[in-house]
Nanobody, 124 residues
Framework: DVQLVESGGGSVQAGGSVRLSCAASGYTFNTYSWFRQAPGQEREGVAAIDTGDGSTSYVEFVKDRFTISKDNAKNTLYLQMNSLKPEDTAMYYC????????????????????WGQGTQVTVS
């Protein structure tokens, strides 16, 4: 069975850091992303990585603060989040896609076939 299991969320003060992990099993995917959803808001992509060429993508409001990475040996995806702001408060989900995703669709949730259960990050 394919599984994506997130961990690492929690409560942190503004300006602090959190590292999220997403352990993947059952398949080797090409494209991984982190999405987030705040209460009453739509799910939005924040960072993505293409494991084929190692390229990464970020939305503007997390650039220079968030870093996405993948440990291929552990088949685990990470999101290092620094300089956190209250507006970063959300449920964070990892997502995995089988195919190469064009950059203009990298944060389109329809490109991803599997999703984790989510991990809450609260910034106060």
């Amino acid at each position: 069975d394919v599984q994506l299991v997130e961990s690492g969320g929690g409560s942190v003060q503004a300006g602090g850091s959190v590292r999220l992990s997403c352990a993947a099993s059952g398949y080797t995917f090409n494209t991984y992303s982190w999405f987030r959803q705040a209460p009453g808001q739509e799910r939005e992509g924040v960072a993505a990585i293409d494991t084929g060429d190692g390229s990464t993508s970020y939305v503007e409001f997390v650039k220079d603060r968030f870093t996405i990475s993948k440990d291929n040996a552990k088949n685990t995806l990470y999101l290092q989040m620094n300089s956190l702001k209250p507006e970063d408060t959300a449920m964070y989900y990892c997502a995995a896609g089988v195919h190469v995703v064009a950059y203009w669709r990298i944060f389109n949730s329809l490109e991803y076939h599997y999703w984790g259960q989510g991990t809450q990050v609260t910034v106060s």
